[in-house]
Each structure stands twice: as structure tokens, then as C-alpha cells.
């Protein structure tokens, strides 16, 4: 549901910028976040790995590496 120009111009006049510039914020902090979630499961992943800790091998490693990508995309994909 679209902002009908009097609403836009009330929103813009109450908090200073554009609702289109307040999207844009709010997709950049959920992108930040995003990829801060997406370094911890593959530094965590790699450093079990190198530890032996776990009980999987190289290729848990990647896959978990490809599911946080894939999630990634399809995340930035609904988001853009």
C-alpha cells in the first residue's frame, strides 16, 4: 500500500528524510546483520573443523558456508 502524497510530505515533515530513505536504512541494518550472522556460522564452522571438534569433515564445512550464501541471496533477494 503506496503513501498518498499528503501522508509522505506529513511523514518527511515529522522525522526530517523520506520513507524511502527510512526502507533503505532499515534494509541496510538487516543486511549488517545478516552478513554478521553469516561470518559467525562460517567462523564457527571452520573453527570446530580445525579443532576436530566436530565430528564432520571438510565438506560440512562447505556446506555450511553454501546454505548461509544461499540464504544470504534469498534473503537480499526480498529485501532490495
Excluded at 3 to 24: D, F, H, K, L
Excluded at 65 to 80: D, K, N
Amino acid at each position: 500500500m503506496a503513501m498518498t502524497t499528503a501522508q509522505s510530505s506529513a511523514y518527511q515533515a515529522a522525522v526530517g528524510y523520506t520513507p524511502a530513505a527510512s526502507a533503505t536504512t532499515i534494509a541496510a541494518m538487516i543486511a549488517v546483520a545478516l552478513f554478521l550472522w553469516a561470518a559467525w556460522v562460517v567462523l564457527f564452522r571452520m573453527q570446530s573443523w580445525r579443532q576436530g571438534s566436530t565430528s564432520g569433515d571438510l565438506n560440512d564445512l562447505v556446506w555450511s558456508v553454501v546454505r548461509a550464501s544461499g540464504l544470504l541471496l534469498l534473503v537480499f533477494w526480498f529485501i532490495r
